[in-house]
Nanobody
């Protein structure tokens, strides 16, 4: 079993910045993709930023140029630096990781508990 523990989030004014962090722990052999999704009330969960294994990060169009995903493979952590925040960025942000528990196992998808980000004046 793997746990994803998020930190950060909170209330910020439009145009401000906020940083989220996520640490994975437990039975981890390797992590493929790791990153962030978000869900606003009444909407589906959507991709924000994803650090891919061996590839370039993937960003939602809404996040490009404003958000940066940073991953530390040695520590099994991923962070999301959010700049120039807008009211429409308000949502619950979820950490995500695709994890292999052993060399012979397949990939299991894990989610954090979510952290609220509110952008409002």
């Amino acid at each position: 079993q793997v746990q994803l523990v998020e930190s950060g989030g909170g209330l910020v004014q439009p145009g401000g910045s906020l940083s989220l962090s996520c640490a994975a722990s437990g039975s981890i052999f390797s992590i493929n993709n790791m990153g962030w999704y978000r869900q606003a009330p009444g909407t589906q969960r959507e991709l924000v930023a994803l650090s891919t294994s061996g590839g370039s990060p993937i960003y939602a169009d809404s996040a490009k140029g404003r958000f940066t995903v940073v991953r530390d493979n040695a520590k099994n952590t991923v962070a999301l630096q959010m700049n120039s925040l807008k009211p429409e960025d308000t949502a619950v942000y979820f950490c995500y990781a695709a994890v292999r528990g052993s060399r012979s196992s397949g990939t299991t998808h894990y989610w954090g508990q979510g952290t609220q980000v509110t952008v409002s004046s």
